[in-house]
Nanobody
Framework: VQLQASGGGLVQAGGSLRLSCAASGRVFSPDTMAWYRQAPTKERELVASMASGGETNYGDSVKGRFTISRDSAKNSVHLQMNDLKPEDTAVYYC???????????WGQGTQVTVSS
């Protein structure tokens, strides 16, 4: 599976960005697609996930500000990020896992920088 992410960039605090990730290759349902992020000197953390059945999960720090969505026909996942804060600055990684695979796939990462 190959994951191609896009949409990162530089934005001022309070602004919005939309990340997108397209999966190609051996993509099967049921599966989960997600976004993780990693800031300098910090561990990688879950931002949001969405299963093919529609179940979502959000990290506590982004609840109410970020929304994850999927386009099943295009095997893609999106992350709408609103009210961005400087602490959201990180490299954001797309993530994919089919339930029958023991390991996930990671995208290359896209930088999000929020200035104060």
């Amino acid at each position: 599976v190959q994951l191609q992410a896009s949409g990162g960039g530089l934005v001022q605090a309070g602004g919005s960005l939309r990340l997108s990730c397209a999966a190609s290759g051996r993509v099967f349902s049921p599966d989960t697609m997600a976004w993780y992020r990693q800031a300098p000197t910090k561990e990688r953390e879950l931002v949001a996930s969405m299963a093919s059945g529609g179940e979502t999960n959000y990290g506590d720090s982004v609840k109410g500000r970020f929304t994850i969505s999927r386009d099943s026909a295009k095997n893609s996942v999106h992350l709408q990020m609103n009210d961005l804060k400087p602490e959201d600055t990180a490299v954001y990684y797309c993530w994919y896992k089919w339930v029958k695979q023991p390991y996930p796939f990671w995208g290359q990462g896209t930088q999000v920088t929020v200035s104060s």
